[in-house]
């Protein structure tokens, strides 16, 4: 791979990179809301003991859920894009 492709690359990765932190950092913030929401719909359905408020509960606590699930999806993939990069640095070093 030239030089060239190679820095191509890295820009390529380090913008994907800077896009997945931005999106990580509303998920985290959402995934705050949603948890301490389902928190909160935890104790209104221990207090209140009806069905309703039991549902309630157990949909906040998916939501909050999935956005842990995203959350950890999107880490994996800036953790692969880091090692990416890793690596492209590695061969433009020993191209020198």
Known sequence: ???SMLQRRLVDVSERMKRL?????VVEEQLTFFEAEADDARLRALVAEIPLA????REARRHADALGRQRDTINGAIA???????ALLDRMGAER
Do not use: C, F, P, Y
């Open 1 to 3: 791979m030239t030089r």
């Open 21 to 25: 932190r931005a999106e990580l950092a």
């Open 54 to 57: 039991d549902r309630e509960s």
């Open 80 to 86: 692969e894009l880091a090692v990416e990069q890793d």
